[in-house]
């Protein structure tokens, strides 16, 4: 994608989209923390039915705690890989009781250091809930910035940093959502919705996909 066509692509996906939003429902900073750690190979849906059961009745690190591990993998079980997520979610929660009064810390390397807490995830966090410029690499980012040549990269830490890089500073803070939602709707994984899709006058990907039918 050419540099000159990269503001033209975010400014068409800001105009259909002006506050894009993750889909992950949350209330609090430690809420939308939990639904991430829970999201790895899941659904937002499917995480947003179990977190809706879950956090009436424990939304703090404390509650969670008090739940025990049997008591949260009643409410997450419906979620992938839950046994382990429960088990990465209490020790996380130990440790922003015992190290950060129960908060969840605003750096990404005190994020990183919780259980269950990777690059992405600290990333999201560190944008959703934070405001920071972040991009938070997950399927949906990697093949949008590779199809569309936006920010081609061989891994999810290649293509980041060449969005960081690419993306106009203007759009840096919702380019994550835009994107995501963008890979999640039009530009799926196997065959693109290239017929409907707003930025495709500013995209690489070759040959675009015809209307079904």
Known sequence: MKTTDIALFFETLKAANPMPVT????????ELLTAVLLSAQATDVGVNKATRKLYPVANTPQAILDLGLDGLKNYIKTIGLFHSKAKHLMLTCQMLVELHDGQV???REALEALPGVGRKTANVVLN??????????????F??????GLAPGKNPLEVELKLLKRIPPDYLVDAHHWLILHGRYVCVARTPRCWECAVAPYCDYEPKTPMPG
């Not at 405001?131 to 980012?141: N, P, S, W, Y």
């Not at 093949?143 to 569309?148: A, F, G, H, I, M």
């Open 143 to 148: 093949r949008v910035s590779n199809r569309t």
């Open 23 to 30: 889909e992950l429902e949350y209330t609090s900073v430690f």
């Open 128 to 141: 959703s809930a934070f405001g920071e410029a972040t991009m938070a690499v997950d399927t949906h980012i």
């Open 105 to 107: 810390p605003r750096t």
